[in-house]
């Protein structure tokens, strides 16, 4: 019902910038919030940045001042601009988007997009 399509995952050295993008499509009414997470090998799924519809973006401390979320509600993405990266940053990254469907607009789901993969090292 509910696509994400990530891109823009790569291979970086330390101190360098990268950006993600996600796209939403289908049965979408609306988006409540789309946001960033991030896996690492052997480590749990963490919440990177989100930025809720009306409210505030929310980071996870180990990104503030590097990171920065920002939405286009009107073509229903979001990207993800990284700066400073760290190896530390190495990582599945997943987009996420808390939707209303179109046409049942009282169900709300989340939808995750298939991850792309962020490796800082030199």
């Known amino acids: 019902q509910v696509q994400l399509v990530e891109s823009g995952g790569g291979l970086v050295q330390p101190g360098g910038p990268l950006t993600l993008s996600c796209k939403a499509s289908?049965?979408?009414?609306?988006?409540?919030?789309m946001g960033w997470s991030r896996q690492a090998q052997e480590n749990q799924r963490e919440l990177v940045a989100v930025e809720p519809s009306g409210g505030s973006i929310n980071y996870e401390d180990s990104v503030k001042g590097r990171f920065a979320i920002s939405r286009d509600n009107a073509k229903n993405t979001v990207t993800l601009q990284m700066n400073s990266l760290k190896p530390e940053d190495t990582a599945v990254y997943y987009c996420n988007a808390v939707v209303r469907l179109r046409g049942a607009s009282w169900i709300q789901r989340d939808y995750w997009g298939q991850g792309t993969q962020v490796t800082v090292s030199s």
């Open positions: 289908g049965s979408i009414s609306s988006i409540n919030a």
